[in-house]
């Protein structure tokens, strides 16, 4: 079966960046998207991006262009999503999710929170 | 960008009685070239990632119960739980995948009277 797992909580000072890992397994990784959403707490889900496995194309949300790079290392079906320049309003849960460009999401990962803080 | 706006913003239920969540979209999803909405609704309980219960407006995905129930077109949408259980305690979203930005409604707050 399917299965995205994320790596750690991680904790970072303004200005720095975060690296979140989404390692995929139970499918044939470049046949399907990854998605980021992520969820600061006790608010919605917000949509950030996705990347083609396949080809390396990626759709950031505008909000977070220049600032978020995702990238993935089809040899080890693991999808990475990095955030520069953080500040504490980006302290949230991450979450990668796999589907179709234009499908919905099946399928989560954990969540990986990020907490920005000096 | 498209604008997903749900109401209620919460409702609480008595156990075996009906909920009606409501998602409007600032603009069609319906794609008319294969006349399907682009549209989807999650579940998510505490502590937990989103779980995906109905695509394309009412197909519900596998496994999840037959009382829960998605419906509507183009901008109106609904989902509905025939008889509230106490598990579907849960903040419910719609989502819109015809274009990007995806976006998600604000969630609606389900509990029980």
């Known amino acids: 079966q399917v299965h995205l797992v994320q790596s750690g909580a991680e904790v970072k000072n303004p200005g720095a960046s975060v690296k979140v890992s989404c390692k995929a397994s139970?499918?044939?990784?470049?046949?399907?998207?990854i998605h980021w959403v992520r969820q600061a707490p006790g608010q919605g889900l917000e949509w950030m991006g996705w990347?083609?496995?396949?080809?390396?194309?990626?759709n950031y949300k505008q909000k977070f262009q220049g600032r978020v790079t995702m990238t993935t290392d089809t040899s080890i079906s693991a999808a990475y999503m990095e955030l520069n320049r953080l500040r504490s309003d980006d302290t949230a849960v991450y979450y990668c999710?796999?589907?179709?460009?234009?499908?919905?999401?099946?399928?989560w990962g954990q969540g990986s929170l990020v907490t920005v803080s000096s | 960008d498209i604008v997903m706006t749900q109401s209620p913003d919460s409702l609480a239920v008595s156990l075996g009685e009906r909920a009606t969540i409501n998602c409007k979209s600032s603009?069609?999803?319906?794609?008319?070239?294969?006349?399907?909405?682009?549209f989807a609704w999650y579940q998510q309980k505490p502590g937990q990632p989103p779980k995906l219960l109905i695509s394309?407006?009412?197909t519900r995905e596998s496994g999840v119960p037959d009382r829960f129930s998605g419906s509507g077109s183009g901008t109106d949408f609904s989902l509905t739980i025939t008889s509230l259980q106490a598990e579907d305690v849960a903040v419910y979203y719609c989502?819109?995948?015809?274009?990007?930005?995806?976006?998600f409604g604000q969630g609606t707050k389900v509990e029980i009277k």
């Open positions: 603009q069609s999803v319906l794609y008319n070239s294969d006349n399907k909405n682009y």
């Open positions: 989502q819109q995948y015809f274009s990007t930005p995806r976006t």
């Open positions: 139970g499918y044939i990784f470049t046949d399907s998207y």
């Open positions: 394309w407006a009412s």
């Open positions: 999710a796999k589907g179709p460009e234009y499908s919905s999401l099946a399928y």
């Open positions: 990347i083609n496995p396949n080809s390396g194309g990626t």
